[in-house]
Nanobody
């Protein structure tokens, strides 16, 4: 599974960005897809994921109400719409895929955990600064 994240950039606080996670050679709706981020000096953490089974979505508390994850099956792409961005959202964002563990863990434990990812894409830098 090859994933490619894109859409990052520099944005002012309060602004918006939309990240895209595209796949080659596989159908993304067969996989749980998650977005993760890593800021300098910090561990990689889960931001959001979308289930392959029923489209359920999960979010880290820090982004609830501001970020929205969605799928476009026709384009074989998963998006992360990020609104009301804050400086603390600055990080490298990457997407990951797994058959089912990601959403199951998010549902049962309330955590979108990097350990549940089987396939990683390259990251895209998001910088929120005035």
């Amino acid at each position: 599974v090859q994933l490619q994240a894109s859409g990052g950039g520099l944005v002012q606080p309060g602004g918006s960005l939309r990240l895209s996670c595209a796949a080659a050679g596989v159908t993304l709706d067969n996989y749980d897809i998650g977005w993760f981020r890593q800021a300098p000096g910090k561990q990689r953490g889960g931001v959001s994921c979308i289930s392959s089974s029923d489209g359920s979505t999960y979010y880290a508390d820090s982004v609830k109400g501001r970020f929205t994850i969605s799928r476009d099956n026709a384009k074989n792409t998963v998006y992360l719409q990020m609104n009301s961005l804050k400086p603390e959202d600055t990080a490298v964002y990457c997407c990951g895929a797994d058959r089912r563990r990601m959403s199951t863990t998010a549902q049962r434990m309330g955590v979108i955990h990097p350990i549940t990812v089987s396939y990683w894409g390259q990251g895209t830098q998001v910088t929120v600064s005035s």
